[in-house]
Nanobody, 116 residues
Framework: QVQLVESGGGLVQPGGSLRLSCAASRRLNFINVMGWYRQAPGKERELVASITRGGNLSYGESVKGRFTISRDDAKNTVYLQMNTLKPEDTAVYYC??????????WGQGTQVTVSA
């Protein structure tokens, strides 16, 4: 089992930046894929970015060039650097861990609001 704790959300103006953190209760070596998803009111949850154990990166089309996912194995933490934020980035952001045995775990979510 893996516990995931997100932090770093908040209110930011359009064009601003935020960095989200996701601390895992297990070493990232045991996790196949770490990802960030988001869900806006009335919309389905969507992939924002993911990073595999081997370092392969994937991004949603709407965030390419603005968001960057990274990992610090020493801290068992995955980050999401979000730049040039837009109002449409407003959502609850969730951390996800997909293990090699196909089990999947979610964090509790952190709210990101982009508004003037």
């Amino acid at each position: 089992q893996v516990q995931l704790v997100e932090s770093g959300g908040g209110l930011v103006q359009p064009g601003g930046s935020l960095r989200l953190s996701c601390a895992a209760s297990r070493r990232l070596n045991f996790i196949n894929v770490m990802g960030w998803y988001r869900q806006a009111p009335g919309k389905e949850r969507e992939l924002v970015a993911s990073i595999t154990r081997g370092g392969n990166l994937s991004y949603g089309e709407s965030v390419k060039g603005r968001f960057t996912i990274s990992r610090d194995d020493a801290k068992n933490t995955v980050y999401l650097q979000m730049n040039t934020l837009k109002p449409e980035d407003t959502a609850v952001y969730y951390c996800n861990a997909h293990l090699y045995n196909a089990n999947t775990y979610w964090g509790q979510g952190t709210q990101v609001t982009v508004s003037a």
